[in-house]
Structures are given as structure tokens and as C-alpha cells.
């Protein structure tokens, strides 16, 4: 929050209050708590999975692809020992030569994508590119999950439906 | 006579700013290439600025 409504806290008799100084955007894009209305709206990191496969730059690609299909995945993570995405396998580069090393078959430096995000944006967006996963992480660039196309347009329909319903149907 | 081809020109398809590769998918040969800038707004990650001038 600002400094200002953090003495406006203590004004009205809070004691334990602090000041976020990355700000708001910042603590969303940390995946913290929120409340209100808005918060209720599905995102990118609520719909991402959490149990994404990682793996580090000089493992090498067959001992990856082994452990990821076992684990009933086709993509990965590259991250380091702080957890911060430095590329991706999706399934095209999980099947490189089994010899290679991480970082020769990986996505180098792919985009990522904030947890803060409307999961209908993300659908949109991912639907229109024909984009399989997007990481999430936090603005400091830590992993926090991996967002499946069709997990986010379902998410992004059911809000749909959830409208419509709360509406009583109108416009359908 | 050595000509080369020039590589294509790929544009934001909503600023229309010259761009590397579309910073949605980071596909060079996005039909529907986006830069940066476009995304953060489209997704929220960042807020359209105002007029830097005081008016």
C-alpha cells in the first residue's frame, strides 16, 4: 500500500502496519493475498500448475525427458538454484537429441507472464497465438507455475458461464 | 548480379512498431506478432501512460 494509507491505518488504531514499497502491482505479481470483488476473478496463477517438471541448464536432455514423461508431462522449466526461469522445454524441444544439454536444446530467455493476469486475457491471447504453456512467475522472474492453453480457456469459459448464470441467462 | 533477400519486416499488429519476434509466443513468423509494450497493456501488466506534458 502507499505510505499515506499506511499512516491512515495507523490512524485509525492499527499498530502493525507496513509499507509495500514495490507496490501493489508488485505484491500481485507475487501471488499475495487479496480481497474484494476483483479478487475473486480467476488468474493466471491460480490456473497455472504448480507441479511443473523443472530442470537446470547442464542436465542433459534424455535423463529430462525420461523423468518428465514419467511424471505424465510434456514441457519443463529451465530454472537456477533461485528458481528463476531461464528457458523452457515444450514438448518440440523435449524430444531433441537425448545427448544434448539443457541449455543447447532449451527456449532461451521465453516470455513470462505475471500471476496477477485475467485468466480470460491469457486464454485470449493464448488461443490467438496458439501458445500450449506460458510460464507464470513473479516480477523478480521465480517460477510460479506453468499455464496450460486449455486449462486457461476453460477457466476463462467457466467464468462465462458463471456470469451468465449470476445474470439470469441474459443475452444467451 | 548477388542479391540478397531482404529478411521480412515483422510489426506489432497493434502499434505497428518494428519489432524481433512477437513477445507473446517469441515466434518470429507470428501472424499476429505483438510487441511488448502491447502485451503488458493487453494483459495488465502495465498501465497506459499519460501525456508526459503537463498539458
Known sequence: MSPRAAWRLESFGFTDVYDYAAGKLDWLAAGLLTEGTNAERPRAGDVARRDVPTCHLDDVVGEVRERVAAAGWNACV??????????????????????????????????????????????????????????????????????????????????????????????? | MNQQAEPARLMCSRCDRDIDSCEFCDEPECPSAICGRCVDLALGQAIAQPHGHGG
Open chain 1, 78 to 172: 529451465v530454472v537456477n538454484d533461485q528458481s528463476v526461469v531461464l528457458g523452457l522445454l515444450r514438448s518440440k524441444e523435449v524430444q531433441a537429441d537425448g545427448d544434448l544439454r539443457i541449455e543447447q536444446a532449451m527456449r532461451p530467455g521465453p516470455s513470462t507472464f505475471r500471476p496477477f493476469v485475467p485468466i480470460e486475457e491469457m486464454a485470449e491471447l493464448m488461443v490467438g497465438h496458439n501458445l500450449e504453456t506460458s510460464p507464470i512467475t513473479t516480477s523478480d522472474g521465480r517460477l510460479v507455475g506453468l499455464l496450460f492453453r486449455e486449462d486457461a480457456a476453460s477457466a476463462a469459459h467457466g467464468m462465462h458461464r458463471q456470469s451468465e448464470s449470476n445474470s439470469g441467462g441474459e443475452g444467451s
